[in-house]
């Protein structure tokens, strides 16, 4: 065991915590966002006045929301036009994926898997939950909710990585070789799950319950932070873990991902009473959808 794993648990989470709490926080534009649309009684005027505030988001969301992601019938020219066409919340989510790609776009976070491995196997999750959404007859702003969700489900490999690259590709030789689960490598060789990390860094963002729990817990037993209870796998949660699962089988992976065997598929697809052969439908999708969605990350990096 490397020096990094045999400091495991007590020096580990400390170190995790404080890496957690030195790390950019979201923008300060996208926190007021947040709390804006928290607010009882917010409209689209209340939300063009926070983000108006930031030219380089505003130039973003009105570039993905005249690109062929949202494919619209004409072109929207202003703002307040977006919030009300789209939706506060769907708006809302746009601006948190922005912010969270912006924290975590730095390449030197990784090492152990590259960047656009992490991103590309993200962006399929994110595409695969937003159509198992739509699927489910979910309105836009939850089905923009799920995108959110799996393009934030991994988060906590970040940090892992990026602190104990020793130790976590240990982890994930181990799993890669079928002696384990991502998870369960990453808590023998380091002393935490990026599940658990993930949650730490929700709690941080004052994310929302749904978001929260779709990092906590979109594998089995999802752990909680110390001190507080792990907030309860919903329907977010479980489309997530269904995403992660068929972008790991149309060969968006990362590094000791879990080997997708046909059951395991369909009992999480049961769930949301898709068939097999519907979900064989679905799966042709994402593909199609994780091309469309690629303008999101293509605007997202643009300065």
């Not at 929207?76 to 977006?82: D, E, F, K, M, P």
Request: charged share 20%.
């Amino acid at each position: 065991m490397s020096l990094e794993a045999a400091a495991a648990p007590p020096p580990a989470l400390g170190r995790i915590r404080a890496h957690i709490l030195r790390m950019t926080g979201l923008s300060t534009t996208a926190m007021k966002v947040l709390r804006t649309c928290n607010e009882p009684g917010v409209c689209a005027n209340d939300l063009n006045r926070v983000i108006a505030l930031d030219p380089v988001l505003t130039g973003r969301v009105l570039q993905l929301v005249n690109s062929a992601y949202y494919g619209l019938p004409s072109k929207v020219n202003s703002l307040t036009r977006a919030i009300i066409l789209l939706g506060l919340n769907t708006v809302k989510n746009l601006v948190l994926s922005f912010a969270v790609f912006e924290v975590f776009s730095r390449h030197d976070a990784f090492r152990v898997f590259s960047a656009d491995r992490f991103w590309e196997h993200s962006l399929a999750a994110a595409a695969a939950a937003r159509l198992i959404a739509e699927r489910s007859g979910l309105p836009l702003a939850e089905r923009e909710e799920h995108f959110v969700a799996g393009l934030m489900h991994d988060i906590g490999k970040i940090p892992l990585n990026h602190l104990f690259p020793d130790a976590y590709r240990q982890a994930v030789r181990e799993a890669a070789a079928g002696g384990c689960g991502i998870r369960s490598g990453e808590k023998k060789w380091i002393g935490a799950d990026h599940c658990r990390v993930g949650l730490m860094i929700a709690r941080k963002w004052e994310l929302s319950e749904e978001l929260s729990a779709a990092l906590a817990a979109h594998h089995p037993e999802g752990e909680a932070e110390e001190g507080k209870a792990a907030p309860a796998g919903g329907g977010v949660a479980r489309a997530v873990a269904l995403a992660d699962l068929l972008a790991h089988r149309l060969g968006a992976t990362l590094p000791g991902g879990p080997s997708v065997e046909a059951g395991g598929l369909e009992e999480l697809a049961f769930g949301f009473a898709l068939t097999a052969g519907e979900l064989e439908g679905l799966s042709g999708r994402v593909a199609g959808e994780v091309e469309k969605a690629r303008i999101f990350l293509e605007i997202a990096a643009r300065n």
